[in-house]
């Protein structure tokens, strides 16, 4: 599903259902020492997320596996010459990857579609994004717009630290939901801090799109190459 989301640059492999990878076959060693002491729960997650990245190489013609280990902030380190970025929920884990010749960034993000625990899009949100949710929400009361707020937010801040190394809060981007039907639409992101520079022109802000279908919310960001 994910790929709706996405230019054809990018390639995704997407898994649905229960895991039923071996954490102790389908990891490297440098993986698997990031997740010894890991919940199985946990170890499943990395694990199947990583099966799809390895996946998603060999559609972009890497025959030769890889590790994916994490670096700075839990963030994957991706072979040379490649970008990327990975997410899972319960019941569905996914990997999208491009060459670095062909995006500046990539960030997606999946959640199940559901209202978030109380209290917590107080702490996530800004209060503009909060009066729009709620005008969005009583226009398509189909769609969770507070779990697609939060889902937009980790998008793009996955999409932001590859190209700053530096911290996004919640409160340093102002996420605007654009419906284009019923389940699906784009979102901007105005930042609300200086943004990265990307082929010496300084970001204000980053777009993407958004998808609700099979219990699922999806979004993903890409940051075009200059």
């Known amino acids: 599903m994910i790929e709706e989301l996405l230019p054809d640059t990018v390639v995704a492999v997407e898994s649905y259902g229960v895991p039923d990878d071996d954490p102790d076959t389908a990891l490297f060693p440098e993986e698997r020492a990031l997740v010894?002491?890991?919940?199985?729960?946990?170890?499943?997650?990395?694990?199947?997320?990583?099966?799809?990245?390895?996946?998603?190489?060999?559609?972009?013609?890497?025959?030769t596996p890889a590790p994916v280990p994490t670096g700075e902030r839990g963030a994957p380190v991706w072979p040379d010459g490649l970008l990327g970025s990975m997410t899972h929920c319960d019941g569905y884990r996914c990997a999208a990857l491009a060459r670095t010749g062909d995006l500046a960034s990539l960030g997606i993000d999946a959640e199940t579609h559901e209202p978030l625990p109380e209290g917590v899009l107080d702490a996530v949100s800004l209060p503009a994004e909060r009066d729009r949710q709620r005008a969005l929400a009583a226009a398509h009361p189909g769609v969770h717009f507070d779990r697609l707020l939060f889902s937009a937010k980790e998008s793009v801040y996955k999409a932001w630290f590859p190209l700053t190394r530096a911290w996004l809060d919640f409160s340093e981007a102002d996420i605007e939901l654009v419906p284009a039907r019923a389940d699906r639409g784009t979102f901007h992101a105005r930042l609300l801090v200086p943004g990265p520079l990307v082929g010496g022109a300084r970001l204000t802000g980053f777009d993407g799109h958004w998808l609700t279908r099979d219990g699922l919310v999806l979004t993903a960001v890409t940051v075009p190459v200059p």
């Open 36 to 63: 010894d002491r890991a919940v199985a729960k946990r170890r499943l997650e990395f694990t199947s997320a990583r099966v799809c990245a390895r996946r998603a190489m060999e559609k972009l013609g890497r025959r």
